[in-house]
């Protein structure tokens, strides 16, 4: 079976969703909760990896607040 790509217009809809439905705003708040409660037990420099599909949104979001 041949790979197929995702077509432009789905990945755009995609981070449309990722900036404002509910349970991608929701996924982040809670990671970004997680993360500022743990970052000050930390020595060094933070590194971060998403694992996983969509635009990347997570990633980016959690950087903004974190610059990984």
Do not use: K
Request: net charge negative; with cysteine; glycine share 8%.
């Amino acid at each position: 079976m041949a790979a197929t790509s995702i077509p432009d217009t789905h990945f755009a809809s995609l981070a449309e969703l990722e900036r404002g439905y509910w349970w991608f705003v929701a996924r982040v708040a809670w990671a970004r909760r997680l993360v500022a409660e743990w970052q000050p037990r930390q020595s060094g420099a933070l590194t971060y990896a998403d694992l996983g599909c969509g635009t990347g949104g997570f990633a980016r979001s959690l950087d903004e607040s974190f610059s990984f």
